[in-house]
């Protein structure tokens, strides 16, 4: 019981963290796509996308991914960037920013999210693939260093994130959906608040 | 120092006094608590600061009292003299009561400051009267009398002051100035009534805010859109009707764009143009398609070739014929067709002779010369037993290799001529872009009258002749840019020439017998790339408060504000602002592996790192903070390009300035588009997409050098290794030259370092020079008030660490809520305290430091 309601606590703490770190223009952003969440009939299933890095598996929700874009990809580095972006890419006209999944979660997992000028810079891969997520206001490309099958998931089947395996940073407890199977089911909305929030605020810190 | 005649504040009802009543007791109040005035021993042990300030000496009380004898002369002398003006010429001219307001206001806000209430409530009464004849309350005649008057008594009071060392009697002189204010039919309490009213003060409020103020300032956001809220309440103050039916008009309006008819005729030919070129595309086009049939019927006849060979190969016997499907094009695939049905015991020979006679070299083509050659050289009557149907399917294959090869020519040759021409037409598409560019576009020139008409519409512009001069009037700018830059100019143009006083600083700082030189306005507009820079240059002195009414139309355009002095010493303004969509013409170079394009208008010349020198060089790679992967530069580091930077504005430059590149990989002309806001930086000035699909960053030199911390860091020479123990150190910034003797006094004693700013430009020079820790900011000041100083530290992440207190003899809540709205920590009205002072100071010092 007692390790219940410090799960609970710690699981508010890291969601104010979160809300904190929001501008007004995200934080109403959230708000309204949890108000839709809400209002939405919960699927019973959804359809995931398995994708892999050298931590392990993720599972993304079909629903917001607009492409899977094979090798080769062109990047254009960008000055005072996280560590863990990649660069910059045009997409069907627009320019989006392109970030390496795993680079993130090591970074949170050494506490460098927010020095930008660390020697362990991120690098595109020859043979990664790219994930084009689409949150309805923002465009974010995710490189993974490969795509699996597509699972049908029942949403009982999702075990709780504190399940996560110890390599997942605790703060980054709300960027998680779930657990299946060991594969990380990836809240998305929130992850990409997340990443372009630090993308943005990354050349404040010069 | 009498200060027996007042009381304290408790036994008065408050609600009763007005703004300046209770401004007036809290100074006498403060001053009885004055230590350098009226010295008394100080119970608080702790207070080091106070105790500090009781070491002034009277030698330093006399050069105070000096300073601002002469200061007050000189306030009065100008006073005098408008007023004389006023009398024998321009009585109509009501711009001469905005001077007078001014000197006033600053004469009220220093006499209290130091300590003399009959001087600071006379001039305080100027003040009054002067705004109350703006505002047309008062007739300027009366006006000019009761000021008149009161000028007198001020004369009166300087001189009793500096003869006996103290001002006369308070009490009868004001009661004689209020009769001849009655005479005048002037009835100042009434007027001071009016103004209570009309800005009331709610001392529970004040003293809630203060309160709040002190203890926990408003977040910095909440400051922003106070400000915000703040400024278009300015903006639309100033609005005049002029604005409203000119250039505005066209913003509000449905969207239109001007258009130059020589512009759009040159457009129409253009698109002309592109019309005729694609029927020629179009034929180019056919010429391929034809040319990739043959190659297809070429191919697929090897691939029929391919079974019989291997039939041939288990000795099974062919039928040389081609299947019926195949078309006619082909020369030997039409003779093995007409041939099939002759007698197959004598196949070949009829075969072979037939073909003889059909190929007549050399009319029939290269392939056709080809085989006949081969048959004829080969052929031999006498052999023909020899020859079987091995034999004649090699030929065949021949023949069909030779197709295959001639048809491949004829498409790549068909496709070299389509590519030519597709060049053209897409350069065709990009010229035609361009100058729809172009029509949205409008020369500066277009603005210039409406602003020369500001100028000498404006009281100094009126009083003398103001020399308006314009360079790169030619400077093509986007007509939205344009239309949004009209109302920002104009404004600062007024707001800079409100006061005609400026004029008669420009006199009194020539020398005797020298006539003042004419004075200068200019604008210099000059394109950098995708960014314009605007200079507006001022020859003299000018009216603070500009920054505020133009802060927020320079930011709507994404463009900054910065203010220098210039070398006549006058002050500048510059707005940087960036012009998307533009056509620039690039230099493509490569740092690490990144391909990267700068604009040639921020180039001087490119050259090597052996053979120039440059006063500061820095290494492109590392001003973006690329990591350091692929690099060449340091195989060939003395073959380097180095890229030698243009002046910014034009100017001769003080330092040369080189940029090390890796490798310069030609030049391109692009139109630029800006990066989405999350992702703009500091240094790049937009993006284009190459040929290949690649974003290309390009880099505006200044601006990404401007923002190289690292670099100004490494180039500032360590005079003083040695670790000095840190005293905080205050820049003082007042006009008033007595009040800032006072200040630098108080705060040197209380072991402060402490600086000194004239004015508000001299206070941004020290506050990025200098750093200091805390700024005193007056708000009344030339050339900039401390409003525009506030707001433009809050564009400097390094000025802005100085935390600023107000100290200024305006006491209203609205100014303190402005001023706090801007980011000031603190807001003191003079006279204050040296304990309030220094306990400020002190919370302003540990704020700084958590």
Same mark, same amino acid.
């Given at each position: ?206 | ?158 001189h009793t002051m500096t003869s006996e060392g103290k001002e006369p009697e308070t009490t009868s002189l004001l009661a004689e100035l209020e009769a001849t204010y009655r005479s005048v039919d002037i009835d100042l309490q009434q007027l001071e009534q009016k103004r209570t009213e009309a800005d009331k003060i709610d001392l529970k409020t004040e003293e809630i805010l203060q ?205 070299? &001529?389509? %590519? =030519? ?7 065709? /598409?990009? #010229?035609? *872009?361009?100058?729809?560019?172009? +029509? ?12 020369e008409r500001v100028v000498m519409m404006s009281a100094p512009g009126q009083a003398r002749q103001i020399r308006f001069e314009v360079m790169g009037e030619d400077t093509e700018i986007d007509q939205d840019i344009l239309d949004a830059l009209a109302k920002p100019l104009v404004q600062l143009l007024r707001t800079c020439l409100t006061d005609p006083a400026i004029l ?60 220098? &002095?210039? %070398? =006549? ?7 940087? /602002?960036? #012009?998307? *969509?533009?056509?620039?013409?690039? +230099? ?263």
């Amino acid at each position: 019981m007692n390790d219940d309601s410090h799960i609970e606590n710690k699981q508010d703490f890291t969601q104010i963290q979160f809300l904190e770190q929001l501008s007004e223009q995200e934080f109403w952003d959230y708000a309204r796509s949890q108000a839709a969440e809400e209002a939405r009939p919960q699927a019973t299933h959804e359809e995931y996308l398995e994708c892999i890095t050298d931590q392990g598996h993720y599972l993304f929700a079909l629903r917001m991914l607009s492409e899977v874009v094979p090798p080769p990809h062109k990047l254009t580095l960008l000055p005072l960037c996280p560590t863990w972006m990649l660069g910059i890419t045009a997409w069907r006209g627009h320019i989006i920013p392109v970030v390496d999944l795993a680079s993130y979660f090591t970074s949170y997992e050494k506490n460098e999210t927010d020095t930008m000028h660390t020697q362990s810079y991120a690098y595109p891969r020859s043979s990664s693939t790219v994930l084009i997520l689409d949150d309805g206001n923002t465009l974010l490309g995710i490189q993974v260093a490969a795509v699996g099958s597509i699972i049908d998931l029942e949403q009982a089947q999702l075990v709780s994130p504190e399940q996560a395996p110890s390599w997942y940073p605790q703060r980054l407890l709300t960027t998680l959906l779930g657990v299946y199977n060991e594969a990380l089911v990836l809240n998305l909305q929130v992850l990409i608040l997340e990443m372009m929030q630090h993308i943005k605020v990354s050349a404040a810190y010069e | 120092m009498n200060n027996e005649n007042f009381t304290s504040l408790d036994e008065f009802d408050m609600n009763e006094l007005s703004d300046e009543d209770l401004a007036v007791l809290h100074a006498f109040e403060a001053m009885n608590q004055w230590p350098t005035r009226q010295p008394q021993a100080k119970t608080d042990d702790q207070n080091q600061l106070s105790r500090k300030s009781q070491t002034s000496s009277p030698h330093d009380d006399e050069e105070m009292l000096l300073i601002f004898t002469a200061e007050a002369e000189e306030g009065i002398t100008s006073i005098r003299q408008i007023l004389n003006q006023l009398e024998h010429y321009k009585v109509e001219d009501l711009s001469r009561f905005i001077t007078l307001k001014r000197a006033g206001h600053k004469l009220h806000g220093t006499a209290g400051a130091v300590g003399f209430p009959l001087i600071s409530i006379t001039a305080s009464q100027i003040e009054i009267l002067a705004e109350e004849v703006l505002h047309g309350t008062i007739s300027p005649l009366n006006g000019i009398q009761a000021i008149s008057a009161a000028t007198t008594a001020l004369e009166y009071c300087l001189h009793t002051m500096t003869s006996e060392g103290k001002e006369p009697e308070t009490t009868s002189l004001l009661a004689e100035l209020e009769a001849t204010y009655r005479s005048v039919d002037i009835d100042l309490q009434q007027l001071e009534q009016k103004r209570t009213e009309a800005d009331k003060i709610d001392l529970k409020t004040e003293e809630i805010l203060q309160k709040k103020f002190k203890r926990e300032p408003a977040p910095k956001n909440q400051h922003r859109q106070e400000s915000v809220t703040r400024e278009e309440e300015t903006v639309a103050i100033h609005i005049s009707p002029e604005d409203l039916s000119q250039g505005t008009s066209s913003i509000r309006s449905m969207p239109s764009t001007r258009v130059d008819t020589r512009r759009f005729e040159h457009l129409i030919v253009r698109t002309e143009k592109l019309v005729e070129q694609r029927a020629i595309v179009e034929e180019a086009q056919a010429q391929i398609e034809c040319a990739l049939q043959e190659l297809y019927i070429a191919q697929a006849r090897m691939k029929h070739l391919e079974p019989l060979i291997a039939k041939l190969q288990k000795g099974e016997n062919v039928a040389l014929s081609l299947p019926e499907s195949l078309p006619a094009s082909s020369l030997v695939a039409r003779i093995l067709h007409e041939s099939a049905p002759i007698d197959r015991q004598r196949p070949l020979q009829k075969k072979v002779n037939h073909v003889l006679s059909t190929l007549q070299p050399p009319s029939s083509g290269y392939a056709n010369a080809k085989l006949y050659d081969t048959l004829k050289a080969d052929w031999d009557e006498l052999e023909i037993d020899r020859y079987n149907e091995q034999d004649m399917l090699q030929h065949i294959l021949k023949d069909a290799i030779a197709d295959l090869a001639i048809t491949t020519a004829n498409v790549q040759s068909a496709f070299t &001529r389509f %590519s =030519i021409i597709q060049q053209d037409y897409l350069a065709g /598409i990009t #010229h035609v *872009h361009r100058d729809t560019l172009l +029509l949205h576009q409008a020369p500066f020139k277009s603005l210039v009258p409406r602003l020369e008409r500001v100028v000498m519409m404006s009281a100094p512009g009126q009083a003398r002749q103001i020399r308006f001069e314009v360079m790169g009037e030619d400077t093509e700018i986007d007509q939205d840019i344009l239309d949004a830059l009209a109302k920002p100019l104009v404004q600062l143009l007024r707001t800079c020439l409100t006061d005609p006083a400026i004029l008669e600083e420009v006199r009194s700082d020539t020398p005797l017998k020298q006539e003042s030189p004419q004075p200068r306005i200019w604008l210099k507009i000059t394109n950098h790339g995708n960014r314009l820079l605007f200079e507006i240059g001022f020859s003299m002195p000018i009216q603070g408060g500009a920054i505020e009414t133009i802060r927020q139309p320079i930011q709507q355009l994404h463009g900054t504000i910065s203010l220098q &002095r210039n %070398s =006549i010493g006058g002050i500048s303004f510059f707005f940087r /602002i960036p #012009h998307p *969509h533009s056509s620039v013409f690039c +230099l493509l170079v490569r740092a690490g592996d990144q391909h990267l394009l700068i604009p040639f208008s921020q180039i001087e010349h490119i050259g090597d790192e052996q053979r120039e020198h440059a006063d500061l060089h820095y290494s492109l790679q590392e001003l973006l903070g690329f990591p350091k992967g692929i690099t060449t530069s340091h195989i060939f580091s003395s073959m380097a390009p180095l890229v030698m930077l243009a002046s910014e504005d034009g100017t001769m430059k003080e330092e040369t300035i080189g940029i090390s590149v890796d490798e310069v990989l030609g030049e391109q002309e692009c139109i630029v588009k800006p990066l989405p806001p999350y992702l703009q930086r500091p240094g790049i000035a937009g993006t284009t997409i190459d040929g290949k699909g690649r974003i290309l960053l390009m880099i505006d030199l200044f601006a990404l050098i401007r923002s190289a911390p690292q670099y100004t860091l490494s180039q500032q020479t360590n005079d003083n290794p040695l670790p000095q123990p840190h005293r905080a150190s205050i820049l003082v910034t007042d006009d008033s030259a007595a009040l800032r003797h006072s200040l630098v006094q108080t705060l040197q004693h209380a072991s402060y370092t402490v600086l000194e700013a004239r004015d508000g430009v001299e206070a941004l020079e020290k506050l990025q020079q200098q750093k200091p820790d805390i700024c005193l900011l007056d708000v009344e000041m030339p050339n900039l008030n401390g409003y525009d100083v506030l707001e433009l530290m809050a564009t400097d992440p390094e000025m802005a660490k100085t935390k600023v207190i107000m100290l200024t003899s305006r006491s209203t809540v609205k100014h303190m809520q402005h001023a706090l709205s801007l980011g000031a920590s603190a807001y003191l009205t003079k006279p204050c305290s040296q304990d309030d002072l220094f306990q400020t100071i002190e919370r302003a010092l540990k704020k700084s430091i958590t």
